[in-house]
């Protein structure tokens, strides 16, 4: 059964930092396509930044890059989000994603992951 389990989420001023992680249990973790995603309220669940198809390759939201790196550990099966500089328009719940399946895919599109994380909330006061 697969996990995605984050955490890291909280309420931090503009221009703050924050770290998210994401552990990941019940797959290969090495192996498996991973993202960040978001969804402010009001609002549809958007790309925030992901490991692309080809090693190493990594896509970020144009909103969010400069600010945001994201990286994971395949020994630990975590993938963290480093948020720096961080805007009141960056307040959302933040998702965890997963592909699990050993394909190409396009990792800024949400329908390509099959695997979902709960969800932790960031929020960032102006």
């Known amino acids: 059964q697969v996990q995605l389990v984050e955490s890291g989420g909280g309420l931090v001023q503009a221009g703050g930092s924050l770290r998210l992680s994401c552990a990941a249990s019940?797959?290969?973790?090495?192996?498996?396509?991973m993202g960040w995603f978001r969804q402010a309220p009001g609002k549809e669940r958007e790309f925030v930044a992901a490991?692309?198809?080809?090693?190493?390759?990594?896509y970020y939201a144009d909103s969010v890059k400069g600010r945001f790196t994201i990286s994971r550990d395949n020994a630990k099966n975590t993938v963290d989000l480093q948020m720096t500089s961080l805007k009141p328009e960056d307040t959302a719940v933040y998702y965890c994603?997963?592909?699990?399946?050993?394909?190409?895919?396009?990792?800024?599109?949400?329908?390509?992951?099959?695997?979902w994380g709960q969800g932790t909330q960031v929020t960032v006061s102006s």
């Open positions: 994603a997963a592909r699990t399946r050993v394909s190409y895919y396009r990792a800024q599109l949400s329908s390509e992951y099959d695997r």
């Open positions: 019940g797959l290969t973790f090495s192996r498996s396509g």
């Open positions: 490991f692309g198809w080809s090693a190493g390759s990594t």
